[in-house]
């Protein structure tokens, strides 16, 4: 019997979209009922264990299912075939555009978030001036989610899951996104929050150096295949080559 405990299991995991094809907007308005929905394949039955406290960066190219598989675990899609077992964990997504009501305001959005990610109204509230500080959004705190920039949602996702850590964190390019000064910030942060050994983390990224230096082990996604899973120094020389 093996002895590893793992945070997250993906069985054969299947998801598609469907799309009209070929067909302009105007044409559809008029024969939504005569056309045919196609069906797009975004991840092909991948297959992979991530282990509890280990870091797990995903690359490949645009439209490899990445960000899909991520938002699968994270709850936000339900596979299509296939089974995601968390083993009872708890599990935050950080990924622009997903996760806040936009007719909120920021803090109103922090509860919301609070709330879906388990914790009671007195906890949320003992994390409040943390959150709102590390996000560094000042008034705007009390703004509705639609009038912020990318950079200030990607503050206050970055910090909303900073504080109320959770046992697996999904990290959708949120790192990338934002000044300069607060990208030191919240990578100084990432790298005290994954030195817990009891924390699982998933990283989808571009950004090469960034998965080097937070991963462990990489999994590569090619047009919703998966290309190569192993040790981050083993896969990203085969990718690079690849790519180039």
């Not at 297959?47 to 797990?56: M, P, T």
Request: proline share 1%; aromatic share 8%; with cysteine.
């Amino acid at each position: 019997m093996s002895d590893i405990e793992y945070a997250i299991e993906v069985e054969d995991l299947k998801i598609r979209y469907k799309s009209l094809n070929k067909m302009s907007i105007r044409k559809s308005l008029f024969k939504l009922r005569k056309s045919k929905l196609e069906t797009f394949e975004a991840v092909k039955g991948i297959s992979f264990k991530v282990k509890k406290g280990q870091i797990l960066g995903i690359i490949g190219k645009n439209g490899s299912g990445k960000s899909t598989t991520l938002k699968a675990i994270g709850g936000i899609f339900a596979p299509d075939e296939g089974s995601i077992d968390l083993h009872g964990n708890s599990v935050s997504l950080l990924s622009i555009g997903v996760g806040f009501q936009k007719k909120l305001t920021g803090r109103e959005n922090i509860f919301l978030s609070g709330i879906l990610l388990g914790y009671s109204e007195k906890q949320i509230k003992e994390k409040l001036n943390d959150i709102i500080e590390f996000s560094e959004l000042g008034k705007f705190i009390d703004k509705p989610v639609k009038t912020y920039s990318s950079g200030m949602y990607s503050k206050l996702a970055f910090s909303i899951t900073a504080m109320l850590e959770t046992d697996i964190m999904l990290i959708d390019e949120v790192l990338s996104v934002g000044d300069a000064k607060f990208k030191k910030k919240s990578y100084k942060k990432m790298k005290e929050l994954i030195a817990d050994d009891n924390r699982t983390v998933l990283i989808v990224s571009h950004n090469m150096d960034t998965i080097q230096k937070l991963c462990d082990s990489v999994l590569w996604l090619h047009e919703g295949e998966m290309k190569m899973i192993g040790k981050t120094e083993d896969v990203l020389p085969v990718y690079n080559d690849f790519m180039s």
